[in-house]
């Protein structure tokens, strides 16, 4: 999966913009949603060309290595991702463009190579077609699969889509009289300044060219990635007008009424449970503490590449506070379960540390199936909550007691009806048309 | 009765419709300096007559309404009055509805509107700094927005009202972006100067003032010069583009209603807007010793730091805000006009129908920014279907040829009108007459979609609901208006007092 983001300057004097800073600090915020690739394309006026920036690692890491005056641009796109070497893609024919996209145009099992095809076909559709809007529409009513994309022309147009049912977002928003930007998520738009004013809809096509803006949408249907909710945005973001933070405290009052134990303590495994373990606290009345200090960077431990860095990421992330756990019933908080592993450390850690019992609660119902469109959920028989059931699991991991959130709860945290959510990695059905 | 208009854009379309509705026949006269369709067959029907004439040159009017021998006349556009057109009108004895070239100083120069309202402790007003050149604008912007704060977060415009052109609205509020936004700053303020250049009647070039963020909304007034008479809350939209994004344009489409307020004002924010606009127009009378007697509107924002607040004010009705409240005005408005002009509006009953009315406008492509792209190129419109669609059609920047084409001009081509129950239906209805407007040689018309719409709707009414809270909070904390910084090694600073005190020693120099 990746972040991306675009810049775009509008007006007389627009080229006095440099949207490089604007990318580096919008894709820092996105740094979330991929840890091993960083990348940005920048329209360039004075040679009349973009230019390309790519590397591994953090998105700061990149960004110290070039040199800044370099490259710079008043029209930029750029992307984060969870995959080394997945940088923005380059097409040079017919017509130079550049394309940040995340999830997976269902093109190729591989997420790169697919957006590589994907870009390649817009590129000869607009030389085609001539007018982007319609190019990019053709594009989304052919290509199946849950992704949303910025492209870049050499003739400063800026495209952006998202596929027929919305699976992955895109949010709009505005700086000024000047700019326009683009993000998959809204926190993006908040951390450089920008209003938030929108998003892009299911199968709907936005271009931004130096006279105007035009939107084109011919989708009815919906089927928003419910996992963005748990796990995958931040708290402070909006997808598709619905507050992150809000679902994340449903879940939370859900858990808490679900299934409902006694304990001395409850305490969420940083950072997204945290929300879940304080809505879950105002709503059974007991108290909530700081479980864990984290060491180092943060590192978001389900999509971190190999099971080794997994267990040695969770492990600097969570050292337990020994007197929030000593001698008490503890109700542990997490956002999902994947194959049980970092789990299970983290019960053993704060038994270790003295807690008498532990009841684990999930804010996700069971990941029992793949994602089709590029979140990296594990092979099927890697998945815990496909191979087991709930009591064998606590068993597994040393819990006392195990629950995950139900796929109702989830929808109902939501808030919207079943039908406008995917779902897939909870139930195995994807969206009608999506593959 | 012959009534002569002047000016040619969608609002002028609007004012001669609402005369040709009156009650009186008036037949219609008018100059505008392009041939506006609309306007132009409003005359012929009327039997009236309408001419091509420069409408800033006040004699040359003057002339026209002379020979024509008309009642009075109504003035649509500000540069006419910034020109003393009404003056030159008046001196010969023919009377007018449009504000005199002193009073409408109020809008020429925004630089001495700001001053009268500080000088005379009038509500809404924001701190600014004016300078002559935008070498003295970035010295002071980069040298002093340490110790005040408030120059990091500003509005650059220009001080002269130069056809809604050159603002730019900088937040500098992230430290981290603080090179970018410093720069673009210095770079506008070059611009500015050089586009100040072509205006000699005002001293003051750049004006900057503190950035204020909150929902925008248009009060527009009768006035006789003792009396005034608000109108319907209308807003209207400046962004260019779709999501609120792009350049600062004249206004892209309005909404107002379904009551005589918008949903996210309050009565009292009303009453609050109208005391202010009463104020300025008193203050700008005492002033010059002149009576204003025409149309005056404030462009307002509720802000965080004074409430209700001025942001421009305007010696006219507002484009495409007119056609909102002309289109549901109950009362005949050539009578508005006459008590007017006999200072006799507070005796007349002044009503609106109780509707949403939605405007969007249509623009070639290249409005605003790159106009001779906009320009010239081959109109067509299903005026028929769009009324169909229940939906009204006004023309603008588009210019009627001798041998009845239509090419645009430039700006604004064409504003679609829709009166409803409620503003997205309105809305709604504009939508479904976009295809009736095009340009034959295929090159495109943008317009904006979203205004009107739910979405956008919900999200004025967001902002709107923060802003509140927050000058509420100031008021019961008494400290409504206060700006007040600690810097370090400095201690205090009130730059509420700082400004009366430069304000004070300029006007001891004057």
Known sequence: ?435 | MKIMGVGNASREHAIAEALERSKYNPKVFWLAEIRNPGIFYICKKTGGDFSLSKTTEPDKVASYAERWGVDFVIVGPEEPNFHGVPDELEKRGIPCVGANKEVAMIEMSKAEMRRLQWEYGIKGKLLFKTFKSSQDAYTVLERYSDTLTWLQNVALKPARQAGGKGVKVVEDQQLYLHDEKQRFKSRHADWLEGYMKSYSDIDDKILVEEKVWGPEYTLQCFTDGKCIKGMPLVQDNKHAHEFDIGTETGGMGSISGPSFNLPFITKEEYEESLEIVKSLVQAIQEKTGKSYHGIVAGQMMLTEIEGPTIIEMYSRFGDPEALNVLSILKTDFVDICLAILDGKLSNLKVEFDEKATVVKALAPKGYPDYRELAKNHLVSVDEKAIRQEGCKFYWGSANLSENGEILSAGSRLVEILAIADDIQEASRMIDNCIPYVKLSDGWGLFYRSDIGSHELLSKRIDVANRVRRLYQYRRDKGILGKRIDWLPKVGKMDPVALLKSELSKSKGED
């Not at chain 1, 040199?67 to 923005?88: A, H, N, P």
């Not at chain 1, 469109?373 to 099927?380: A, C, D, I, R, S």
């Not at chain 1, 808030?415 to 139930?427: A, H, I, Q, V, Y």
């Open chain 1, 1 to 435: 999966m990746a972040g991306i983001f675009g810049f775009y300057a509008f007006g007389e004097g627009r080229e006095n913009w440099d949207s490089k800073n604007f990318i580096y600090y919008g894709l820092s915020s996105l740094q979330g949603r991929g840890q091993e690739a960083a990348s940005f394309a920048v329209y360039n006026h004075e040679v009349k060309s973009l230019k390309w920036i790519f590397g591994d690692g953090l998105v700061e890491d990149v960004f110290e290595r070039i040199k800044r005056d370099d490259v710079k641009g008043f029209l930029g796109i750029g992307q984060v991702s969870t995959e080394k070497g997945d940088y923005v893609i380059k097409v040079e024919e017919p017509i130079q463009l550049a394309l940040v996209g995340d999830g997976k145009p269902a093109l190729h099992e591989n997420r790169q190579v697919s957006f590589q095809i994907f870009a390649e076909m817009l590129s000869k559709e607009i030389d085609e077609k001539k007018d982007p809007i319609d190019a990019a529409k053709n594009l989304i009513k052919e290509v199946k699969g849950g992704y949303s994309f910025i492209a870049l022309t050499k003739d400063q147009k800026m495209i952006c889509g998202r596929d027929i049912h919305g699976i992955k977002p895109l949010e709009v928003g505005a700086i000024g009289f000047d700019i326009g930007a683009i993000a998959s998520e809204s926190s993006a738009l908040d951390v450089i300044g920008a209003e938030h004013s929108g998003y892009i809809r299911p199968g709907e096509v936005v271009t931004l060219d130096p006279l105007s803006i035009e939107r084109r949408s011919f989708s009815n249907k919906t089927a928003y990635c419910s996992f963005e909710y748990v796990y995958l945005a931040r708290p402070d973001s909006y997808l598709n007008s619905i507050p992150v933070g809000k679902v994340r405290e449903m879940i939370g009052k859900r858990l808490a009424e679900e299934n409902p134990v006694k304990a001395d303590v409850i305490i969420g495994v940083p950072d997204t449970a945290i929300p879940f373990s304080m809505a879950y606290s105002e709503h059974s009345d007991i108290p909530v503490r700081l479980g864990f200090t984290r060491t180092g960077r943060h590192v978001r431990s389900a999509i971190k590449p190999s099971q080794f860095e997994r267990i040695v990421g969770v492990q600097l992330k969570l050292n337990p506070i020994k007197t929030s756990v000593d001698g008490k019933e503890i109700i542990l908080i997490d956002d999902s379960v994947v194959r049980g592993n970092t789990l299970r450390n983290t019960v053993y850690n704060i038994k270790r540390k003295g807690a008498k019992k532990v009841h684990v609660r999930v804010g996700s119902p069971p990941l029992i199936a793949r994602c089709p469109f590029g979140t990296e959920v594990p092979q099927e028989d890697e998945l815990i909550g496909r191979a087991l059931s709930n009591d064998e699991i606590a068993e597994i991991i040393g819990a006392d007691t195990f629950a995950y959130l139900s796929i109702e709860g989830l929808i109902e945290s939501v808030g919207l009806p079943k039908s406008s959510l995917c779902l897939g990695c909870f139930t195995g059905k994807y969206p009608e048309g999506s593959l």
